[in-house]
């Protein structure tokens, strides 16, 4: 069946790195488009990155430009979320979800309601 599995988060000091990985299994993920997105407590859930399937096309919010970059490794049906800088703001449960089955040439249009499979979330905490 299809599904997403996401890892790498924890506990990072501000400042520090993390890289979150959104492993692919039971379709062809490079045909799809992959995003991030990231729920605090008390908050609404934000889109934070997103790559096409052809990676022509990739968005990042403005909040984390400059310091978040999202790369696909097909070979490993994974997508990876770097994450540099990291501030105490950034401390969320971070969702990769993909555009399958109903693939996007473009992923920065999408809703999060146009992605059709969500992983189950990691932690990740930026705190001193």
């Known amino acids: 069946q299809v599904q997403l599995v996401e890892s790498g988060g924890g506990l990072v000091q501000p400042g520090g790195s993390l890289r979150l990985s959104c492993a692919a299994s039971?379709?062809?993920?490079?045909?799809?488009?992959i995003g991030w997105f990231r729920q605090a407590p008390g908050k609404e859930r934000e889109g934070v990155s997103c790559?096409?399937?052809?990676?022509?096309?990739?968005y990042y919010a403005d909040s984390v430009k400059g310091r978040l970059t999202i790369f696909r490794d097909n070979a490993k049906n994974t997508v990876y979320l770097q994450m540099n800088s990291l501030k105490p703001e950034d401390t969320a449960v971070y969702y990769c979800?993909?555009?399958?089955?109903?693939?996007?040439?473009?992923?920065?249009?999408?809703?999060?309601?146009?992605?059709?499979?969500w992983g189950q979330g990691t932690q990740v905490t930026v705190s001193s």
């Open positions: 039971g379709f062809t993920s490079d045909y799809y488009s």
């Open positions: 979800a993909t555009d399958f089955p109903r693939p996007s040439y473009y992923c920065s249009g999408l809703g999060a309601n146009e992605y059709g499979y």
């Open positions: 790559i096409s399937a052809s990676e022509s096309d990739t």
